[in-house]
């Protein structure tokens, strides 16, 4: 069953843009995997405690980030 709103609200962004933004979300996705390898080959263990400190800054960051797009086409 959809929702008449989320569908209404997918029909505001034109495709090119909603794939584009996959592509931006995957290629931070990508990089943040990276960077996690990185980490962990230097503190091993002690990586997790970082990643949980760093991923508290980056969900606020991401959030605001969805908040402007949101914005921007008045959903």
């Keep these: 069953m959809t929702d008449s709103k989320t569908d209404s609200l997918a029909t505001l962004i034109p495709s090119e843009e909603k794939i584009l933004g996959a592509k931006w979300i995957l290629m931070r ?31 606020k960051s991401l959030a605001c980030l969805i908040k402007k797009e949101f914005e921007t086409y008045n959903l």
């Design 29 to 59: 996705i990508e990089t943040l995997h990276g960077m996690m390898k990185e980490v962990e080959k230097i503190l091993g263990t002690g990586a997790c405690l970082v990643w949980h400190t760093a991923g508290k800054g980056a969900g």
